[in-house]
T-cell receptor, first 109, second 111 residues
Framework: KNEVEQSPQNLTAQEGEFITINCSYS?????LHWLQQHPGGGIVSLFM???GKKKHGRLIATINIQEKHSSLHITASHPRDSAVYIC???????????FGKGTRLSVIA | EPEVTQTPSHQVTQMGQEVILRCVPI?????FYWYRQILGQKVEFLVS????????KSEIFDDQFSVERPDGSNFTLKIRSTKLEDSAMYFC?????????FGEGSRLTVL
């Protein structure tokens, strides 16, 4: 059974700071997802990655398959980035995601 | 941009009542999922659906739950006799190439 651990659980940052959220998992995977959950509860997919690095705007996601570890970075953070960021992994194909508990980020102006 | 839509956004029901949550996935997607999130907890998998049948289900998905695809577009989750512990946010998601698209969720409150 795959366990997904995220750190930190909660994070408060000043606007403009560089933010890193970490995710580790216990079993080999086919893909790792980073998701954003809005205060209202809706979930948006940010990245799906199986190797290397992806970038979208101010967001960067990296994964190290050998170390079973991924990081989500936010550059030049802004209050609108305040949300819960969730790491989730998939063992193979289109099997269901296994979710981490999420990291609650608050960015203060 | 195509999106997954869920209805209702919020439903309040009495314990023991039947509830149907509806989802319209993205039209060309083949894989559908229901997840739930109890307040303050992580998201949990309930059931996945492919080719008009259940492909995988979790321990949570017991006999009081059922899923259907009554027509070519809708995808429903039925809870036959709700319990207090069924209070949660229920998310529908669909996928074609592995990337998941989530609906905004249906918040179920059981009194």
């Amino acid at each position: 059974k795959n366990e997904v651990e995220q750190s930190p659980q909660n994070l408060t940052a000043q606007e403009g700071e560089f933010i890193t959220i970490n995710c580790s998992y216990s079993v080999g995977i086919s893909a790792l997802h980073w998701l954003q959950q809005h205060p209202g509860g809706g979930i948006v997919s940010l990245f799906m990655l199986s190797s290397g690095k992806k970038k979208h705007g101010r967001l960067i996601a990296t994964i190290n398959i050998q170390e079973k570890h991924s990081s989500l970075h936010i550059t030049a953070s802004h209050p609108r980035d305040s949300a819960v960021y969730i790491c989730a992994v998939r063992v193979s194909g289109n099997t269901p995601l296994v979710f981490g508990k999420g990291t609650r980020l608050s960015v203060i102006a | 941009e195509p999106e997954v839509t869920q209805t209702p956004s919020h439903q309040v029901t009495q314990m023991g009542q039947e509830v149907i949550l509806r989802c319209v996935p993205i039209s060309n997607h083949l894989y559908f999922y229901w997840y739930r999130q109890i307040l303050g907890q992580k998201v949990e998998f309930l059931v996945s659906f492919y080719n008009n049948e259940i492909s995988e289900k979790s321990e949570i998905f017991d006999d009081q739950f059922s899923v259907e695809r009554p027509d070519g577009s809708n995808f429903t989750l039925k809870i036959r006799s709700t319990k207090l512990e069924d209070s949660a946010m229920y998310f529908c998601a669909s996928s074609d190439t592995g990337e998941l698209f989530f609906g905004e969720g249906s918040r179920l409150t059981v009194l």
